[in-house]
Nanobody, 113 residues
Framework: QVQFVESGGGLVQPGGSLKLSCTASGTMFRHLDIDWYRQAPGKQRDLIARVTVGGDPIYSEAVKGRFTISRDNGKDTVYLEMRNLKVEDTAVYYC???????WGPGTEVTVSS
C-alpha cells in the first residue's frame, strides 16, 4: 500500500515560480508511474504531468514548457517545478498513482497579483 502527501503550495504572483513536492510512504513508490493533477474551482480534475517508473516525463499542453516533473526514488518523492505561473494555474494540486488508485489530500496554489 502507498500513501501520498503534497506540499509546497502557496500564493505567488503571475510570472513567479513554485516547487511542489509529493512524498510517498510504503514500498511501491519506485514501481509506480506518478501523476500530478489539478482541480480549479468549479472545474474537473485534470492530469497535467506524469513521471514514469523510468523517469520519463509527460505533460499536458497547458503546462508544457513551464512545468518540470521529476522523481527522486531515494527520497520517495516526486517534484513539480512550476515557472512563469499564470492566474489560470490557480488550483488544488494532487499527486498520486492511477495504478495504486491512491491520491494525496492536495496542496493549494494561488496565482494572483
Amino acid at each position: 500500500q502507498v500513501q501520498f502527501v503534497e506540499s509546497g503550495g502557496g500564493l505567488v504572483q503571475p510570472g513567479g515560480s513554485l516547487k511542489l513536492s509529493c512524498t510517498a510512504s510504503g514500498t511501491m513508490f519506485r514501481h509506480l508511474d506518478i501523476d500530478w493533477y489539478r482541480q480549479a474551482p468549479g472545474k474537473q480534475r485534470d492530469l497535467i504531468a506524469r513521471v514514469t517508473v523510468g523517469g520519463d516525463p509527460i505533460y499536458s499542453e497547458a503546462v508544457k514548457g513551464r512545468f518540470t516533473i521529476s522523481r527522486d526514488n531515494g527520497k520517495d518523492t516526486v517534484y513539480l517545478e512550476m515557472r512563469n505561473l499564470k492566474v489560470e494555474d490557480t488550483a488544488v494540486y494532487y499527486c498520486g498513482s492511477m495504478t495504486a488508485r491512491t491520491w494525496g489530500p492536495g496542496t493549494e496554489v494561488t496565482v494572483s497579483s
